[in-house]
C-alpha cells in the first residue's frame, strides 16, 4: 500500500523554482518528524528539510537555508519543499520520509526513519 508518494520534479534552469509535494497514507503515529531527502548520483542520501508535525519545527541542512522552506498543510497529509533559487548542485532525486518520533537531533539520519516514498528528479540545468 502507499505510504508516502512524491510529485512535483521537473527541470529547471539555475535561478528557478520548484515546489515538491509528499502525500501521506499514515497514521498521525507514522507521521510526527516528516523530512525531505535527496541524493545525487554516485553520493550518499543526506537529509535536507525537516518538519515536526507537532510544532512546525523546521530543521535545514546549510546549503540550503534561506532558499528551501519545508510545511506541512492543516490536515498534516501533505508536505511540501518550495525551493527557489535553485543550484545545478541541487540536482539530485528527492525523497520524502517519515517517522514515529518527533524530530530532534537525529534528524539528519537516513536510517533513522520507517517510512519512504519513492522519489521525484530535480534536476537543475546552469
Known amino acids: 500500500a502507499k505510504q508516502l508518494e512524491e510529485s512535483g520534479g521537473g527541470s529547471v534552469q539555475a535561478g528557478g523554482s520548484l515546489r515538491l509535494s509528499c502525500a501521506a497514507y499514515?497514521?498521525?503515529?507514522?507521521?510526527?518528524?516528516m523530512a525531505w531527502f535527496r541524493q545525487a548520483p554516485g553520493k550518499e542520501r543526506e537529509g535536507v528539510a525537516a518538519?515536526?508535525?507537532?510544532?512546525?519545527?523546521?530543521y535545514y541542512v546549510d546549503s540550503v537555508k534561506g532558499r528551501f522552506t519545508i510545511s506541512l498543510d492543516n490536515a498534516k497529509t501533505t508536505l511540501s519543499l518550495e525551493m527557489n533559487d535553485l543550484k545545478p548542485e541541487d540536482t539530485a532525486m528527492y525523497f520524502c520520509?517519515?517517522?514515529?518520533?518527533?524530530?530532534?537531533?537525529?534528524?539528519?539520519?537516513?536510517?533513522?526513519?520507517?517510512?519512504w516514498g519513492q522519489g521525484t528528479q530535480v534536476t537543475v540545468s546552469s
Open positions: 520520509a517519515a517517522d514515529t518520533r518527533d524530530c530532534g537531533s537525529w534528524w539528519r539520519g537516513e536510517n533513522e526513519y520507517n517510512y
Open positions: 499514515l497514521t498521525d503515529y507514522n507521521r510526527q518528524c
Open positions: 518538519i515536526s508535525a507537532w510544532t512546525d519545527s523546521a
